[in-house]
């Protein structure tokens, strides 16, 4: 399975709908944009059966198990229902004797490394730890906070199976025993952390374990500053997302959103899962805004994937975003060749600059690009 950027062809795949061909299409997907868009309904079943099989080689289940007489996650908006033995679709949970079975509120998939501020967090631009924000109630220094570091914090695991995924690795270790404490990770958290940030593969499947230990980290520091932070694609339950929204607030971190793609049909066929409950949540954050108008609270990113996400995936996700709060900050990233998706170019200059500027017409007055070395040429 090369997941390597060398596999880029430049004579460029085939639409299995329409047969054109460009090298903006995913030999992976076999789909253009256009088709997508315009007969999701009519390609639905392929692209259920293309995330299945990419989900194979990792022991995934090729979508959320649902039956009807099997016990129920509710963590995240797959809401398996898994069968005695049988795992859910983030890899962690096994239906036995009658009860749930992996990651829990005590121990999670997870490690976690130091990364020295400023680092090159998606909200970096606007955070405290890269700026300076809310100083000095929620902030070390009057600017970049050099001396400090975050920890980074990875979750093994994921809700959705985006098939451009950037650390698509975490997928070789899903399905690994749950061993590590909450506790443990809150004691990581030494005097010269001054953020903690949870992403993965995403925090969402192992939400429980990281509010616990956010929660100790906290106690463990009280008295000094220790900024709470979650980098997520957003599908939690919304009764958790409240939970590590008032971390956030109270402790002046962020949560940052991946708006992966606006068109439901284009996210499932780009992220196996549907954005419904993203954009839900997203919508229950803007609430969050008001309360703590600085440092930002809730952050926007978009990687924009060539051939997919386009200008008018921006301009409709921003619009989304404008329609909440046009002072939420919005970045739009770079994509570099990864995972499935290797054979597609690196975002070029003129894509990148349209969805920018499509991004500011909507209203929007803080867009940012991000990842700006990753950019090519234009094709």
Not at 148 to 175: M, P
Not at 322 to 339: E, K
């Amino acid at each position: 399975m090369d997941k390597s950027p060398s596999s880029y062809d430049a004579r460029g795949a085939a639409c299995q709908s329409c047969g054109r061909r460009s090298h903006l299409i995913s030999q992976a997907l076999g789909l253009c944009l256009d088709c997508i868009r315009t007969d999701f309904a009519g390609l639905s079943t392929l692209i259920a059966k293309v995330h299945g099989q990419t989900r194979q080689p990792f022991g995934l289940p090729p979508h959320p198990p649902k039956d009807s007489t099997g016990f129920q996650c509710r963590i995240c908006v797959n809401e398996c229902r898994i069968s005695t033995g049988g795992r859910g679709y983030c890899g962690l949970r096994t239906s036995r004797k009658g009860r749930l079975e992996g990651a829990t509120a005590d121990y999670g998939n997870v490690s976690w490394y130091y990364d020295p501020l400023p680092t090159n967090c998606v909200a970096d631009w606007v955070c405290p730890g890269g700026t300076g924000a809310g100083y000095p109630r929620f902030a070390y220094a009057n600017g970049p906070e050099r001396g400090y570091q975050n920890l980074a914090v990875f979750y093994q695991a994921c809700s959705f199976d985006c098939l451009f995924c950037q650390n698509w690795q975490y997928r070789r270790s899903a399905t690994a025993r749950s061993n590590v404490a909450a506790l443990a990770l809150a004691e990581a958290a030494d005097s010269r952390t001054a953020c903690i940030c949870f992403f993965g593969g995403d925090p969402t499947p192992q939400l429980p374990h990281a509010i616990r230990a956010a929660r100790l980290a906290l106690e463990k520091n009280r008295g000094r500053i220790l900024r709470i932070c979650w980098e997520t694609n957003g599908s939690m339950h919304p009764g958790l997302l409240k939970q590590a929204a008032q971390l956030s607030l109270d402790s002046g971190g962020c949560i940052k959103f991946d708006l992966k793609a606006w068109d439901d049909g284009l996210h499932q066929a780009l992220c196996g899962v549907s954005n419904r409950r993203t954009l839900s949540n997203f919508r229950i954050l803007a609430e969050y805004v008001r309360k703590r108008p600085s440092p930002p609270f809730l952050i926007a990113s978009t990687l924009l994937v060539p051939g997919y996400i386009d200008a008018k995936e921006v301009a409709d996700i921003a619009a989304f975003v404008a329609s909440l709060d046009a002072d939420i900050p919005y970045a739009l990233l770079a994509f570099h060749p990864r995972f499935e998706m290797a054979d597609l170019p690196p975002t070029s200059r003129r894509h990148a600059a349209e969805c920018v500027e499509a991004a500011r017409q909507q209203g929007l007055r803080n867009v940012r690009l991000g990842n700006v070395h990753l950019l090519g040429d234009d094709y």
